[in-house]
């Protein structure tokens, strides 16, 4: 009492004044020792610190008293903070297992992404649908993008398609009424058209396209409504769903990164996915040597792809970052005699980027000639 009544106390000292006191009132200090071990590993850069400070700040949460005000949220992020660090280690059994008492406690989204990480789409995507029967699951773009591309994982295409139509009506009416930008609904359509195509069903597909060539036509020669801001995680969201057939199969010997979701990945599937970039570096030198230039555009837009993971959502000089990877695929695709789907591929992939930079005009020329080339009008 001395000490937390001495003036500024360091986070490290409240968090041992917090210790003593917890144990002779627990009820009073018991949550400020959660929050105070929480706020300490916020500033920690070392993962094992990390770990045993979201494991005290657990243990700590569940001692709490039942009915406590804000008991449950205090329990859930800890259990976030732990689940993360374990992770973060590579632990990925015990991750999962904080995971699944995560959903014990009402959230759910950190194990759906685990069990996608691993492959088990159908489990992912049945949480996202409990979770939207019981109210806890928002209509929003987050959730409703990562929903379908767990269903579209599973194999449920029509399902996917669905709930991504939800989202794509609720966008339309905001963006009617100004509550959010076109190009989030631009990339949107193209998204859905992708989705349909996947399954042959060409006329959505080519309706979803013209739509959005038609809101392009807008941005082209009015430019957005408002100045948003900051709107990169989605395009990025996005875009490197749009890549996840090209990659390899997620397993639980093998995870990936859970598609879909807004890039706040487990570390150890981000690093692994990030981890492959000298490899699919070196696989594009050799193709380009060997003028194998389909699989060439193909490898060239997976190292794109995780270029986006990797700094996406950043907007210092994005156009100028990135602007070589688009360029270079619509290079490469021109060259393929014969292959206009990849180059409506590489020239949509340019268009969104464009958006994203807010190009439109040279964004609405990609896109109309790539809505030329697969015949939509």
Same mark, same amino acid.
């Given at each position: 009492?001395? #000490?937390?009544?001495?003036?500024?106390?360091?986070?490290?000292?409240?968090?041992?004044?917090?210790?003593?006191?917890?144990?002779?009132?627990?009820k009073a200090y018991m949550p400020?020792?959660?929050?105070?071990?929480?706020? #300490?590993?916020?500033?920690?850069? $070392?993962?094992?610190?990390?770990?045993? #400070?979201?494991?005290?700040?657990?243990?700590?949460?569940?001692?709490?008293?039942?009915? $406590?005000?804000?008991?449950?949220?205090? #329990?859930?992020?800890?259990?976030?903070?732990?689940?993360?660090?374990?992770?973060? *280690?590579?632990?990925?059994?015990?991750?999962?297992?904080?995971?699944?008492?995560?959903?014990?406690?009402?959230?759910?989204?950190?194990?759906?992404?685990?069990?996608?990480?691993?492959?088990?789409?159908?489990? &992912?995507?049945?949480?996202?649908?409990?979770? &939207?029967? =019981?109210?806890?699951?928002?209509?929003?773009?987050? =959730?409703?993008?990562?929903? $379908?591309?767990?269903?579209?994982?599973?194999?449920?295409?029509?399902?996917?398609?669905?709930?991504?139509?939800? *989202?794509?009506?609720?966008?339309?009416?905001?963006?009617?009424?100004?509550?959010?930008?076109?190009?989030?609904?631009?990339?949107?359509?193209?998204?859905?058209?992708?989705?349909?195509?996947?399954?042959?069903?060409?006329?959505?597909?080519?309706? &979803?396209?013209?739509?959005?060539?038609?809101?392009?036509?807008?941005?082209?020669?009015?430019?957005?409504?408002? =100045?948003?801001?900051?709107?990169?995680?989605?395009?990025?969201?996005?875009?490197?769903?749009?890549?996840? &057939?090209?990659?390899?199969?997620?397993?639980?010997?093998?995870?990936?990164?859970?598609?879909?979701?807004?890039?706040?990945?487990?570390?150890?599937?981000?690093?692994?996915?990030?981890?492959?970039?000298?490899?699919?570096?070196?696989?594009?030198?050799?193709?380009?040597?060997?003028?194998?230039?389909?699989?060439?555009v193909d490898v060239q837009r997976?190292?794109?792809?995780?270029?986006?993971?990797?700094?996406?959502?950043?907007?210092?000089?994005?156009?100028?970052?990135?602007?070589?990877?688009?360029?270079?695929?619509?290079?490469?695709?021109?060259?393929?005699?014969? =292959?206009?789907?990849?180059?409506?591929?590489?020239?949509?992939?340019?268009?969104?980027?464009?958006?994203?930079?807010?190009?439109?005009?040279?964004?609405?020329?990609?896109?109309?000639?790539?809505?030329?080339?697969?015949?939509?009008?």
């Amino acid at each position: 009492m001395l #000490l937390l009544g001495s003036g500024r106390p360091s986070r490290a000292e409240l968090v041992g004044a917090y210790r003593v006191l917890a144990e002779v009132s627990p009820k009073a200090y018991m949550p400020k020792l959660v929050d105070a071990l929480l706020s #300490l590993r916020s500033e920690s850069r $070392a993962p094992k610190v990390d770990l045993a #400070l979201a494991a005290e700040a657990s243990r700590a949460a569940r001692r709490m008293e039942a009915g $406590a005000p804000q008991r449950a949220e205090r #329990l859930r992020r800890a259990l976030d903070a732990y689940q993360a660090s374990l992770f973060a *280690l590579g632990r990925r059994a015990e991750g999962r297992a904080i995971c699944e008492e995560l959903a014990e406690a009402g959230r759910s989204d950190a194990l759906a992404g685990v069990l996608a990480e691993e492959g088990r789409f159908r489990e &992912a995507a049945g949480l996202d649908e409990e979770a &939207a029967r =019981n109210g806890i699951l928002e209509h929003s773009f987050w =959730n409703m993008v990562r929903w $379908a591309a767990n269903l579209e994982g599973a194999g449920l295409h029509d399902a996917a398609s669905a709930v991504f139509r939800e *989202l794509l009506e609720e966008t339309r009416r905001k963006a009617a009424e100004q509550r959010t930008a076109l190009a989030i609904l631009t990339w949107e359509l193209v998204h859905f058209s992708r989705m349909r195509e996947t399954v042959g069903d060409g006329a959505s597909a080519a309706a &979803a396209r013209r739509e959005a060539l038609r809101v392009l036509e807008e941005l082209a020669s009015t430019g957005e409504p408002h =100045n948003w801001s900051c709107i990169l995680g989605w395009w990025s969201t996005l875009f490197v769903l749009s890549g996840r &057939a090209a990659e390899p199969a997620a397993s639980p010997e093998s995870p990936m990164p859970p598609f879909g979701t807004d890039l706040r990945w487990s570390r150890d599937a981000r690093d692994g996915f990030l981890g492959m970039l000298p490899g699919l570096e070196a696989e594009a030198a050799r193709l380009r040597e060997a003028g194998r230039l389909p699989e060439l555009v193909d490898v060239q837009r997976r190292i794109g792809i995780r270029a986006a993971v990797r700094e996406g959502d950043r907007p210092y000089l994005f156009e100028e970052r990135f602007t070589p990877y688009f360029d270079e695929g619509v290079t490469l695709a021109r060259r393929l005699p014969g =292959n206009p789907a990849r180059l409506a591929r590489a020239l949509t992939d340019r268009s969104m980027f464009l958006v994203a930079a807010r190009s439109f005009q040279p964004a609405h020329a990609d896109f109309a000639e790539a809505v030329a080339l697969l015949h939509d009008r």
